[in-house]
């Protein structure tokens, strides 16, 4: 089993900038994907960010060069730093990693971005 708890969520205002945590325990998740969703009011979950084992990484275009994740596997945790920041990007955000084919979801942290 896997736990996955997101951080570092909160208010800030357009042009601002937060680090959002997703910190893993029950097992290491060093040799897995974690990927970076979010859900806004009324809309579907959507992709955001993930970095491989190998720290390779990928974004949605509405955010490249705004958001940067990262791992670091000392601490078993995958960041989103986010800057930039856009009313639109307002949402729940979730952290998500699959472990040996089962897929383990946060319980997710809330953005507000204010213009």
């Known amino acids: 089993q896997v736990q996955l708890v997101e951080s570092g969520g909160g208010l800030v205002q357009a042009g601002g900038s937060l680090r959002l945590s997703c910190a893993a325990s029950g097992r290491t998740i060093s040799n897995y994907a974690v990927g970076w969703f979010r859900q806004a009011p009324g809309k579907e979950r959507e992709f955001v960010a993930a970095i491989s084992w190998s720290r390779a990484t990928y974004y949605v275009d509405s955010v490249k060069g705004r958001f940067t994740i990262s791992r670091d596997n000392a601490k078993n945790t995958v960041y989103l730093q986010m800057a930039s920041l856009k009313p639109e990007d307002t949402a729940v955000y979730y952290c998500?990693?699959?472990?040996?084919?089962?897929?383990?979801w946060g319980r997710g942290t809330q953005v507000t971005v204010s213009s």
């Open positions: 998500r990693a699959i472990v040996l084919n089962t897929i383990y």
